[in-house]
């Protein structure tokens, strides 16, 4: 085992890839000189160069769009962008060019292109810094859509995403890159299609993904404590959807809630309520709850900035409030 | 209007002239006939036609190699054709068939094909500017030898990706070339109405990338321009712009009542046609014939009757194929490389 953090993780899979596929290049705002605005890729441009670790001027559009053309032109680019919210300056080449190309070519242009970005609230970035928007991204045909929100995760999504002939988009939340933990030394590729159960339990299933797993596991110890065993499952990919793992999870608990920090209304938490909806509708002890950002752009002062996101005690009060949940 | 514009005198080779020729007016009749073909409810979605710009299409695309990329624009069946893309699958594209050559997926607006490198087809304007940077830099971290050429429309200057991609491609001296065909309104919105610099030359002065405006009714002098700038990229001197100023004839899309110009100013264009504008040259330089041009139509004619027949023979994608090349499947987990580090 070696003791690490999650940023570090993410450097290890950058350095890995670059090492072993000279297509790999990474390219973003400041992932060179600076060092990366989360400090990832610090070190990578004296080790691997200008040419593969390439300062980008700030022109999301451009330089998302020349990630999306040098992948179908044989390269293996990866794409930093600084926030989910600097993102939508690159939303027509996201959602009109890496999403759509392969199918609407008849299969001719797969588009092998990694985007790497940071997302969430919970370091006074304020509202144009903080949102969670990967629930946006996860709307869409064409993308897959992943949160790694564990050290081996970190680690181990960056490899697979390389091999995906589509896009991958990594959420990595902003309160997780100094998250330390240890991981086996040999930790390497994990798959981008399953949801995995971080905490076995029988009575409430906590259903969340990124940046909320440690809060959605805080507040399942609270519950141990109050005898109620809350099932934590970690989505882990958003695009597509590993309904039977949570389907599964909820058969068990027979309760559920779904914690997610993007907005409630037309949001990834209500995609999931309703599958367990239409799958357990006769099994479900008490309706799906959901703890979700309140519906507000994200403020500054942490006490408003804590309050706007779901916390450990949201998380166990919505648990609480589920029928029988302590029968 | 085109002062200071970049024209072509020399004489040219017989067969080349004719080739550009019979180029021209294949694209011009392939069109013509998706314009009866659109009436008769047989091609749907937008149709945007291409007659009055052929010489843009056929003389740039003359000068290309067969390893270089195009990215081109929803108007884009002419640079598809002078391109390579065989006039059947094109035909089919339009007919929404599976033998289109992108599966009848994308339609008129979506021409893609892989062999020609060719990609696409894009109806967002200015969306194909960014991935034409990607397409170079990928070219040359390859070490090919290759251009992209891009083509767009005046409308795109107005967007933030033809400024964003200008820079990123001088930036990085990248083998992008630039091609914007100025065929003066974006949709209904004339060229003077929408941007406050006209001379679209002086945007890409701007980013510090070459650039010349090249009368894009003359097809010698097209080709000679891209010929020249083509060779220039090529050698790894970074992007270059062209300005190729045309005209287009007909509506914007079959939607289009053009209430936005008058008749008279279609008319004059239309007495610099870019194909009548060869005729006449081959004719006084003594390189055509009435036999000759006689022929390329008869051959162009039995192409166009090949192509619609080869795309009404065609099938249609079954639904369950909708779904098809969305994704791929899950992504394998690849094996454990060596250990980070090892090779360094």
């Known amino acids: ?327 | 209007m085109n002062d200071h514009v970049a024209t072509a005198h020399d004489p040219i080779d017989r067969d080349h002239g004719l080739a550009l020729y019979h180029q021209m007016v294949r694209i011009r009749r392939f069109e013509e006939k998706c314009a009866e073909l659109y009436s008769a409810g047989t091609i749907r979605g937008f149709l945007h036609l291409y007659i009055g710009e052929e010489a843009v299409a056929a003389g740039a695309m003359a000068a290309l190699a067969p390893g270089d990329a195009v990215v081109a624009t929803y108007r884009e069946h002419g640079h598809a054709l002078a391109r390579g893309i065989a006039a059947g699958p094109l035909m089919a594209e339009m007919f929404g068939k599976r033998e289109g050559c992108s599966r009848g997926r994308g339609g008129s607006m979506h021409v893609f094909d892989r062999a020609t490198r060719f990609y696409g087809g894009n109806a967002i304007v200015g969306g194909g500017l960014p991935m034409a940077v990607g397409l170079a830099l990928a070219d040359r971290m390859r070490q090919r030898a290759t251009v992209t050429a891009c083509f767009f429309g005046d409308g795109a200057a107005a967007e933030g990706e033809f400024h964003e991609s200008l820079n990123l491609a001088a930036l990085w001296k990248l083998p992008v070339l630039f091609l914007c065909e100025n065929n003066l309104y974006a949709m209904g919105t004339r060229l003077d109405r929408a941007q406050s610099q006209i001379d679209l030359t002086i945007k890409a002065q701007a980013y510090a990338v070459r650039a010349e405006a090249v009368d894009g009714m003359d097809v010698l002098a097209v080709e000679k321009a891209t010929r020249q700038a083509a060779d220039l990229v090529r050698r790894g001197d970074g992007p270059a712009f062209l300005e190729f100023r045309t005209y287009r004839y007909r509506a914007h899309s079959m939607f289009d009542a053009e209430l936005y110009r008058d008749k008279a100013e279609v008319e004059l264009w239309k007495t610099r046609d870019p194909v009548e504008m060869l005729e006449g040259r081959m004719r006084r330089w003594s390189l055509a014939t009435d036999a000759d041009l006689a022929a390329i139509a008869a051959a162009v004619g039995t192409e166009i009757a090949d192509a619609v027949r080869f795309a009404d023979a065609g099938s249609w994608e079954p639904v369950s194929d909708l779904t098809l090349d969305v994704v791929a499947a899950a992504p394998a987990i690849p094996p454990a490389p060596a250990l980070a580090g090892a090779r360094s």
């Open chain 1, 1 to 327: 085992m070696i003791r690490t953090t999650y940023r570090d993780a993410i450097r290890a899979a950058l350095r890995e890839a670059l090492l072993g596929d000279p297509r790999v290049f990474l390219m973003g705002e400041d992932v060179g000189a600076y060092g990366g605005s989360y400090a990832v890729s610090k070190g990578l441009l004296d080790e691997f160069g200008p040419e593969r670790i390439r300062d980008t001027p700030l022109s999301e559009s451009a330089f998302v769009g020349a990630g999306i053309g040098a992948a179908i032109g044989g390269m293996k680019p990866i794409v930093e962008v600084m926030t989910v919210n600097f993102s939508l300056l690159a939303l027509d080449q996201i959602v009109n060019n890496a999403a759509t190309l392969r199918h609407m070519s008849g299969g001719q242009c797969n588009v092998p292109l990694v985007i790497r970005m940071a997302t969430g609230a919970g370091r006074q970035l304020a509202a144009q810094h903080a949102h969670s928007l990967e629930g946006w991204y996860a709307h869409i045909p064409g993308l897959r859509i992943v949160t790694p929100a564990i050290i081996e995760d970190a680690r181990g999504m960056l490899p697979t995403a390389l091999a995906s002939p589509d896009p991958v988009l990594i959420f990595e939340h902003q309160t997780l890159y100094n998250m330390e933990g240890e991981i086996d030394e040999r930790a390497g590729a994990v798959d981008l299609d399953r949801a995995a159960v971080r905490r076995p339990g029988t009575d409430v299933s906590l259903i969340t993904y990124g940046g909320t797993l440690g809060r959605t596991l805080a507040a399942a110890e609270a519950l141990a404590r109050e005898g109620v065993q809350a099932e934590v499952v970690d989505l882990r990919v958003l695009r597509p959807l590993d309904t039977a793992t949570i389907v599964a999870s909820v058969r068990k608990t027979r309760r559920a809630v779904v914690v997610d920090e993007g907005w409630r209304s037309g949001s990834l938490s209500a995609e999931i309520s309703a599958r367990l909806h239409e799958s357990l509708f006769y099994e479900l002890d008490a309706p799906v709850a959901r703890v979700c950002s309140a519906e507000v752009p994200i403020p500054y002062p942490k006490h408003l900035e804590d309050a706007a996101v779901p916390q450990a005690a949201s998380i166990a009060a919505a648990a609480r409030a589920l029928a029988g949940v302590h029968a």
